[in-house]
């Protein structure tokens, strides 16, 4: 009896669904499907160059789940999932999935239905999110006009916004209602005024998000849509929206976070790259741009994914190679008032520049956990996981910046002060911090180093650094010893 009831029972409760505070704990592991891992632990040959598929999969991710648990990410966001163009064009294959040609299929290179189910249940057994990234604005075809007929379900022209280049995006009308891509792949723009299209896309998120157990969607071309497309869109997913408006400017990316949960916060992201890819990097806007966004987005910086690297633009390292420089930029996201986002290959550091460079074979790197940047890594999630448990207010605590030099930073977060900088290996930095809700003589660890100091009157720190090292400091009472030192030591 209880046996014919269960999965009844079970498909009737309503799927768990992650909420937007829920995802606000969490850390973020961004991964190219194809480039991630292979099925059966192989490593084959990858020249990000040839823009092919190189052989990663669903199956893959599953067999390395290990490894990015390991980091500390308690969620991966992976590449869009649904049938893409198949062959080759000028642009190359669609291995990175943004190609889609089929709404209603899955991407076979990547493995099939049983294959991303199982994938969502071995992240959920482990207490992991899946994110799943999808695409609305546009189909593409490998030619100028397209074969509408090769297209599920739009099949035909009038599915779409008549055929013009963008060409201005100072005109949001260009921007939503013209096309993406190339010669080579145009990207047909769906005509998302079209109810024929917005009733399918309500019920397919619905769906897609129901049966793979999604527990967050990254969407992509968020700008390129009518943003009063976009409500009613989280809405029928019933998860955590993320949406890429890929933009530099507060004001305009602004507008997105009253339309969906959160967004990439690439704002920051120009600035936290540009204020240490070189020692001359400005920290100062850095604090300002950070600071319009706390003031100008809905939910301050809260609801916003931060990240130093994804699949769109040159690594960190293929700029700057030096590690004091390399580490301080590593840590913003981790230390900041949003949700920690990185991007594969990240952590082994590799040195990609843009597209397709960038979309490296992570297997190629042997998934070595005992390197620096790998210990880094999940450091800075152990500390941010520790400072969440210790302080209920973490994650409403507004970052403030009680110092800020020419190439020091000081980014406070109680029960975390993070001392940052941009002078470079060669430097030895200080940071004096006046006062904080420290107490008097309260003991603090750095959690890069195990080494420990002691907050002065006021919560007073000041610290001389070495070799450009960032310093992310915490109580001894949140953080301990012990802990500090097994995390540095074991992989
Ligand atoms: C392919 C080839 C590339 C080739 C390119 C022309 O065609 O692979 O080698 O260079 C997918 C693939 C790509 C592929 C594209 C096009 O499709 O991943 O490999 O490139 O076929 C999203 C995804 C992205 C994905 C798509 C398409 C969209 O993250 O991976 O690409 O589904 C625009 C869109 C943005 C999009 C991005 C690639 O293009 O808005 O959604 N990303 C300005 C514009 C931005 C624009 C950006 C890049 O340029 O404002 O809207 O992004 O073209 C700041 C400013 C920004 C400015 C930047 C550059 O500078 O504030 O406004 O962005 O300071
Ligand atoms: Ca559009």
Redesign the pocket.
């Known amino acids: 009896m209880l046996r014919q009831l269960l999965p009844a029972l079970l498909t009737a409760l309503p799927a768990f669904s992650a909420s937007a505070a829920d995802w606000q704990q969490r850390s973020i592991y961004q991964l190219v499907t194809d480039r991630f891992a292979t099925t059966n632990g192989s490593y084959p040959s990858c020249d990000t160059e040839d823009?092919v598929y190189c052989g990663g999969t669903w199956q893959g991710v599953i067999r390395q789940l290990d490894y990015i648990q390991n980091m500390g990410f308690d969620a991966i966001w992976i590449s869009p999932i649904v049938a893409n163009l198949e062959g080759s064009t000028g642009?190359?294959e669609s291995y990175?999935g943004?190609?889609t040609v089929d709404q209603n299929s899955l991407n076979s290179h990547f493995g099939n239905e049983s294959d991303l189910l199982e994938l969502s249940s071995q992240l959920h057994s482990r207490g992991m999110y899946l994110m799943l990234d999808v695409?609305v604005n546009?189909m593409?075809a490998d030619t100028l006009p397209p074969d509408y007929v090769l297209f599920a379900p739009f099949n035909a022209e009038s599915d779409f916004h008549t055929f013009c280049w963008i060409t201005n995006?100072n005109n949001q009308t260009n921007v939503e209602q013209c096309w993406?891509?190339?010669d080579n792949?145009p990207?047909a723009d769906c005509d998302t005024e079209s109810d024929y299209v917005i009733d399918f896309f309500y019920k397919w998120i619905g769906d897609l998000v129901a049966n793979y157990s999604a527990d967050g969607l990254r969407i992509?071309?968020v700008?390129?849509v009518r943003s009063d497309f976009w409500p009613g869109f989280a809405e029928a997913a019933g998860v955590f929206t993320i949406g890429?408006v890929?933009?530099?400017?507060v004001d305009y990316v602004s507008t997105y976070t009253e339309v969906l949960d959160a967004v990439l916060d690439y704002p920051t992201y120009?600035q936290l790259f540009y204020a240490f890819e070189s020692t001359s990097g400005s920290l100062s806007n850095l604090v300002s741009w950070v600071q319009q966004s706390q003031s100008t987005y809905k939910n301050g910086e809260f609801m916003t994914g931060s990240f130093l690297e994804?699949?769109?633009n040159p690594r960190f390292q293929s700029v700057q190679t030096d590690q004091a420089l390399v580490s301080n930029a590593i840590s913003w996201p981790f230390i900041q008032d949003g949700i920690p986002i990185l991007y594969y290959g990240q952590e082994q550091g590799y040195t990609g520049s843009n597209?397709?460079y960038n979309r490296e074979a992570l297997w190629l790197s042997g998934y070595v956990e005992d390197k620096p940047l790998v210990k880094l890594v999940r450091t800075l999630n152990a500390a941010r996981k520790a400072a969440i448990a210790a302080s209920s207010d973490y994650l409403s605590t507004v970052l403030t910046f009680p110092s800020v030099t020419s190439s020091t930073l000081a980014v406070y977060k109680q029960p975390m002060l993070a001392l940052l900088t941009n002078g470079g290996s060669s430097s030895t930095p200080s940071w004096s911090v006046s006062s904080t809700d420290y107490s008097n003589g309260e003991e603090l660890i750095n959690v890069l180093t195990c080494d420990t100091l002691t907050a002065g009157s006021n919560g007073a720190v000041s610290v001389t650094g070495s070799e450009g090292m960032p310093q992310i400091l915490l109580p001894t009472s949140v953080f301990n010893v012990t802990y500090c030192n097994e995390l540095l030591s074991t992989y």
């Open positions: 823009r642009d190359g990175h943004y190609w695409v546009h593409a995006y993406l891509g190339d792949v990207l992509d071309t700008k390129h890429e890929l933009d530099g400017d120009y994804n699949q769109d597209d397709p």
